[in-house]
């Protein structure tokens, strides 16, 4: 008798790597974003911004950040905890938040980084770890749906 499919839906004990990847992108992205509101972690955080090219507030003195910027970490990590409850979800977090980061990356290769345009803000160094970050998430993205490839049974 052949072994039974392996079940990659529904939240489980069973940790897969993919799961556990999504999970730990999403935990990361929840203290970057709280990160950004703290003065010291963000140099010249009293000169934050909303939004746009005239917050100089820089997350770890290396990273363009504003209000906006730092929302939208966290609600990429909350949206990352609640999908990486099934390993098809977790998947689609990943990658297609992999992709999203890619097109963040090639906004702002494109943009002029001083001008209104730049509304989330971003600077070189964004872009580098944008496309750090797509090709990380996609990546991660690609593990396996239970550890070691092996399948797991039914009611297990």
């Known amino acids: 008798m052949a072994p039974a499919p392996e079940v990659p839906d529904g939240p489980s004990p069973v940790s897969s790597p993919v799961r556990t990847a999504a999970y730990l992108v999403a935990v990361v992205f929840l203290l970057v974003g709280v990160a950004g509101f703290i003065p010291g972690i963000t140099t010249d955080y009293d000169m934050m911004e909303f939004a746009g090219p005239d917050s100089e507030a820089m997350?770890?003195?290396?990273f363009a950040v504003s209000v906006l910027h730092n929302i939208v970490h966290?609600?990429?990590g909350i949206v990352g905890l609640l999908l990486a409850r099934t390993v098809?979800?977790?998947?689609?977090?990943?990658?297609?938040?992999?992709l999203v980061y890619l097109a963040l990356f090639i906004f702002g290769i494109v943009i002029d980084q001083d001008e209104d345009v730049n509304f989330v803000p971003v600077n070189d160094a964004d872009n580098w770890l944008h496309l750090g970050l797509a090709a990380g998430m996609v990546l991660l993205g690609l593990l396996p749906g239970s550890q070691s490839g092996r399948q797991v049974p039914r009611g297990s």
């Open 59 to 62: 997350l770890f003195g290396v």
């Open 74 to 76: 966290l609600l990429f």
């Open 88 to 98: 098809r979800l977790a998947r689609t977090y990943l990658i297609a938040g992999g």
